[in-house]
């Protein structure tokens, strides 16, 4: 079957880093994201990642290594507005997004 | 670009009514659209997938007579809950994928809580 796993809930330090992990099973692969959703509103896009690698953009990088099913989201100089859920969902064979259950992350003062 | 709008953002509604949920593409033409359900606290659960000008493709489990799909254009997938009850209130959103993109991103719209009482 097709499967994402992430951790549930992760706490960390304003100003710190933090990285969430996600693995994958899926049938085909045709690229992960990471969407970032704040309580009762819709997910907003993070990150794509198709090749092995890392990714950055700004405070977020994303990394993906393919031949593990292993993806990560880090997030940089954390602020409490980066207090959120985060998605990561898997396109599989058939251009289906599966997705994972989410990791609620914490900020702390 | 890439805008999608959900309308209504937020509707109550009395048990056994029928209630229509709006996605549009406003900058864009989506060859795809997709409805999901949120309930509380768990991730997206994918409903169905509409292509234009076919019907909707329904996941296992989704009652495809109480959930009717209409993508009547390329910016326009409707979402019809009929004989709304308790249980389907929920947080509905839509995505649509853009016809250009490289790699098939989605496009979220703002979400739709629905609550019937």
């Known amino acids: 079957g097709q499967n994402i796993d992430q951790p549930t809930e992760m706490t960390a330090t304003e100003g710190a880093i933090v990285q969430i992990n996600c693995t994958y099973q899926t049938s085909g692969f045709n690229g992960l994201f990471w969407y970032q959703q704040h309580a009762g509103e819709a997910p907003t896009f993070l990150s794509y990642n198709v090749l092995d690698g890392l990714e950055e953009k700004g405070r977020f990088s994303s990394f993906l290594s393919r031949s593990k099913g292993y993806s990560y989201l880090l997030l940089k100089e954390l602020q409490m507005k980066d207090s959120a859920s985060y998605l990561c969902a898997a396109l599989d064979s058939n251009y289906q997004l599966i997705w994972g259950a989410g990791t609620k992350l914490i900020i702390k003062p | 670009g890439a805008v999608v709008s959900q309308h209504p953002s937020r509707v109550i509604c009395k048990s056994g009514t029928s209630v229509k949920i709006e996605c549009r593409s406003l900058d864009f033409q989506a060859t795809t659209m997709f409805w999901y359900r949120q309930f509380p606290k768990k991730s997206l659960m994918l409903m169905a997938t509409s292509n234009e000008g076919s019907k909707a493709t329904y996941e296992q489990g989704v009652e495809k007579d109480k959930f009717l799909i209409n993508h009547a254009s390329l910016t326009l997938s409707t979402l019809t809950v009929t004989s709304a009850h308790p249980e389907d209130s929920s947080f509905y959103i839509c995505?649509?994928?853009?016809?250009?993109?490289?790699?098939?991103?989605?496009?979220f719209g703002p979400g739709t809580r629905l609550t019937v009482l």
């Open positions: 995505s649509a994928r853009r016809a250009s993109t490289d790699y098939n991103e989605q496009f």
